[in-house]
């Protein structure tokens, strides 16, 4: 049995959303839906979020699962809104809780935040298997961009790996997050390179190098023979020394410190204060 994938491309932040249907009984999960953000007013929205409810409602497919990838750091979650719009449990890595204590630091968070990853309905672990309808997932631990990420393996067809790898002309993601390492990294992609050369692999970003159209699916085969920084043959201590001189030149993404404070807290704002208004936070010289 394979899924049915259906791909939401947001231009603002690059990020895929995706819906993933079995065919059989027609429930189906979300995976890392964005929220819409204008950091110049503060003010959100919810287009992006919008059209994967009227997908699912045109689908007529029942939510099961929200699933995040990791905390991100460039897109605000959605989860809350479709959860309130179509239902299904939120879930994410359970090492979200490693994540939670160094943001929880970072923002100095009052002592009510709590860093157990309660906000979340389920905690995944390495090796953990679920359904989605009648398909089985499995959870697979990848960090090294942070270290909550995990990837969804659907039907040992459909692999959803988050940041930790892109389109094979762009390569993979950063590890100089607080809490992440490239070394880590590389162990995990080879994790995934461990996978069926034919599973196919989907994106959570496609940042168009060159300017071609957005893509974002692959295969492990592909990933192996063509990824530009991480391609097969090349070290381990050659793609540290690759991503962390590279990493020291990126400038942070512009939703970071926003995006943090809110996928922490599974797509919640923090709470309101005297006036009923919800504030995030600003560190200064903090990252």
């Known amino acids: 049995m394979k899924p049915d994938i259906i791909p939401f491309y947001d231009e603002d932040t690059s990020t895929i959303t995706y819906l993933v249907i079995d065919p059989e009984t ?3 999960a979300i995976v890392d839906p964005v ?16 059209r994967v409810v009227a997908r699912v409602q045109e689908e007529g497919v029942t939510i ?15 989860s809350q809104y479709l959860q309130d719009k179509l ?34 309905d389920h905690l995944f672990e390495d090796g953990d298997t679920f359904k989605i309808g009648n398909m089985t997932a499995r959870v697979m631990h990848t960090p090294g961009h942070t270290p909550a990420c995990i990837t969804y393996i659907i039907e040992d067809d459909a692999a959803f790996v988050g940041d ?10 950063r590890a100089d997050f607080p809490g992440g390492d490239a070394t880590t990294m590389y162990r995990s992609i080879q994790k995934i390179f461990a996978l069926p050369d034919d599973t196919r692999l989907f994106m959570c970003h496609d940042y168009q190098p060159g300017g071609r159209e957005p893509q974002w699916e692959t295969t492990v085969a592909a990933e192996k023979q063509k990824n530009i920084q991480v391609h097969e043959g090349v070290s381990e201590a050659e793609f540290v020394n690759m991503r962390e001189e590279r990493d020291s030149g990126l400038e942070m993404p512009v939703l970071i410190l926003p995006s943090i404070q ?4 599974a797509g919640h704002l923090p709470p309101e204060e005297d006036n009923g208004v919800s504030y995030l936070k600003l560190p200064v010289d903090a990252l």
């Open 262 to 265: 809110i996928n922490i807290r």
């Open 87 to 120: 239902g299904g449990k939120i879930a994410i890595g359970a090492h979200i809780r490693d994540v939670q204590e160094v943001f929880k630091t970072v923002f100095n968070l009052s002592s009510d935040f709590a860093t157990d990853g309660s906000q979340f």
């Open 64 to 78: 099961d699962w929200i699933l995040e990838t990791h905390a991100h750091a460039d897109h605000l979650s959605a």
């Open 35 to 50: 929220w819409d953000f204008d950091p110049k007013s503060g003010r959100t929205a919810t287009a992006s979020a919008d």
């Open 26 to 28: 027609r429930k189906a």
């Open 164 to 173: 930790t790898l892109f389109m094979p002309d762009y390569g993979t993601a």
